[in-house]
């Protein structure tokens, strides 16, 4: 393999492991993950309709629902951490199961572990040895750790640092709305864009992992339609959330579960010696 073939192969895997992270986080799809520049996010995500200016958005929901949601948004926002599980399938591109732990007290915090589960990302990453990687969020960055083959190929470092200052100038700024969103991710995140819906209705009781829980349903407007669903106990407390869009490879549908509120987070920064830079490897590929 040549030099330059080498620190290309290098920044395709970063972008693809920084897609992974912000994916099995968010849902709405991260920078592009396949070096053209473009955004893989849903056209139709909740960064575009929560970002879209107030008179494109629905008129804000008033009455008995959007005081059941509100409650649901207080009472999740003030348990402050949550453990997670997910799935996310985005078209042919990537599919990938998470489980962790998340806070958000002050900014996002928490680990996740990510196993690839298909797409053309997971089989490019497990051509070159990697099919999990753990991620660590931090208020300022997010930390992804790759396999022994990744770090053969930066001088032995098994992290890559993602700053979400530099993801804002990533492809001459469209980065920007992926760092605000990844910064402000909370499970209310749901809630939130269901108080935009002005389709949103109450489906009916429903039992979700043995729990008795109140399921939500709306269409969220954009540059295209995206639809979620919540699913809520008696606490106000969210237990289940559905989102389904499109992305340019085909239909993004996450699937989250939410449990043991206001357990305790941790997160810590790896040894810098063993950390590469991400904004640095994509500035390797162009030498």
């Known amino acids: 393999m040549t030099g330059t073939t080498a620190r290309r192969t290098v920044a395709s895997i970063a972008v693809a492991a920084a897609l992974a992270c912000s994916t099995a986080c968010t849902g709405a799809g991260g920078p592009g993950g396949s070096g053209s520049g ?3 996010g849903p056209t139709g995500s909740a960064a575009s309709s929560a970002s879209a200016p107030p008179s494109s958005r629905a008129p804000a929901l008033t009455g ?31 599919s990938l199961a998470a489980r962790g732990a998340l806070g958000w007290d002050d900014g996002l915090t928490g680990t996740l572990t990510i196993t690839y589960t298909g797409g053309t990302t997971a089989e490019t990453m497990r051509r070159l040895g990697t099919t999990a990687m753990e991620a660590r969020y931090l208020p300022d960055a997010y930390y992804a750790r790759m ?8 001088g032995g470092r098994h992290w890559i640092k993602y700053v979400y200052e530099d993801l804002e100038d990533l492809d001459g700024g469209t980065g920007a709305g992926f760092a605000d969103q990844m910064r402000n991710t909370t499970p209310h995140r ?10 949103v209705r109450r489906v009916g009781e429903e039992t979700t992992r043995g729990r008795r829980t109140t399921h939500w349903s709306g269409t969220v407007g954009g540059a295209t339609e995206q639809t979620v669903d919540i699913w809520v ?8 959330k559905v989102e389904r869009g499109r992305t ?40």
């Open 38 to 40: 473009e955004s893989t």
């Open 64 to 94: 008995p629902s959007a005081d059941a949601l509100r409650a649901v948004e207080r009472a999740t926002g003030r348990a402050g951490s949550a453990r997670v599980e997910s799935t996310t399938v985005m078209g042919r591109e990537l």
């Open 147 to 154: 396999g022994d083959a990744f770090a053969e190929r930066v």
């Open 190 to 199: 749901a809630v939130k864009l269901l108080l935009t819906a002005g389709d």
């Open 233 to 240: 106990d008696d606490r106000d407390l969210l237990v289940k």
């Open 248 to 287: 340019k490879t085909g239909k993004l549908t996450q699937t989250a579960y939410y449990s043991d509120y206001g357990v305790t987070v941790s997160a810590e920064r790896p040894p810098a010696a063993d950390t590469a830079d991400f904004k640095e490897l994509l500035a390797s590929q162009a030498r």
